[in-house]
């Protein structure tokens, strides 16, 4: 229809169908798979908990009669294991020295080695993939001392990840399943946590195994070596981690200078790229 004179007819009201902007709402799936992830890595937390709690560590001579049965494909085993027990609260440190029981020094330390790594590798991508996009969130845009300490210390293990690794490996604090998933959540490289892990637990976990392997001579010269090894090991892990805390003055309370990055667009930081690795 043409109003008065000619004039054209003015455009129909946009209906509630068609009018821009997203309908009341339509943001809620965004919510969700935010909070989706964190829960179900939280689930797995509790679930390995549960496991450590209801079964526990299996006793030795069951091992022992399990992997003998298994003939050439014993160590394997016994790798496949420890991996799976690696990611429960599960002391680690017995089950290195239960693998150098069962199979001494030679073949019980490459497979107790194998099943550390599998284990930490599996830990770390978990919590990578469903618990670091959460930890980026809420480091953006927060102020404070304590939220000051954590991006410093984000941005500490993303430039100096191999050497933070290695000094957490050679003095660990928190059981090795929470600190596998603990380094998923930061912004440690992919590659400089398994180099630090491969390297940084090679000593400990080779003293463990010694300590089983020659553990029916408590007074035999490889077992007293093994025993001062691991604290040599731990006191070495504690003087990195106060020289560290001593170099960041970010970290030890004091005031963070951040280093000029010079980014271009479509380039992300390294704390804004979860999946970096």
């Known amino acids: 229809m043409s109003g008065p004179a000619g004039d054209p007819a003015p455009p129909p009201a946009p209906s509630s169908a068609s009018s821009s902007g997203p309908p009341p709402g339509e943001d809620r799936p965004g919510r969700a798979t935010r909070w989706w992830r ?15 709690v209801s079964v526990g560590v299996p006793p030795v001579d069951e091992v022992r ?6 003939g050439w494909a014993g160590p394997l085993l016994w790798a496949v294991l420890y991996a799976g027990l690696s990611l429960t609260p599960v002391p680690v440190s017995l089950l290195a020295v239960a693998g150098g029981v069962l199979f001494g020094l030679g073949p019980g330390l490459p497979a107790t080695l194998a099943g ?9 991508a978990l919590a990578r993939r469903l618990g670091r996009g959460s930890v980026v969130r809420s480091l953006d ?3 404070g001392r304590g939220a000051a300490r954590l991006a410093a210390l984000d941005d500490l293990v993303r430039r100096r990840g191999v050497i933070a690794v290695i000094g957490v490996r050679l003095a660990p604090v928190l059981p090795f399943s929470l600190m596998n998933m603990a380094w998923g959540l930061t912004a440690v490289r992919q590659r400089d946590y398994m180099v630090g892990t491969i390297v ?10 010694a ?16 025993l001062g090894g691991l604290g040599v090991l731990g006191l070495i892990g504690v003087v990195l981690a106060r020289r560290r805390l001593r170099t960041e003055p970010s970290l030890a309370g ?3 200078t951040p280093a000029p990055t010079a980014t271009s667009p479509g380039t992300s ?7 970096d690795g």
């Open 141 to 143: 845009g927060r102020t």
């Open 254 to 256: 004091g005031t963070a």
């Open 269 to 275: 930081t390294g704390r804004g790229s979860p999946d």
């Open 116 to 124: 550390k790594l599998v284990g930490a590798a599996v830990g770390f």
């Open 211 to 226: 300590v089983g392997a020659y553990g029916a001579d408590p007074g035999s010269l490889p077992f007293l070596l093994s």
């Open 38 to 52: 964190p829960a179900l890595l939280l689930a797995i937390l509790v679930a390995t908990a549960v496991v450590a």
């Open 65 to 70: 009669a399990w992997i003998a049965g298994a």
């Open 200 to 209: 940084g637990a090679f000593p400990g976990t080779a003293a463990l195994v």
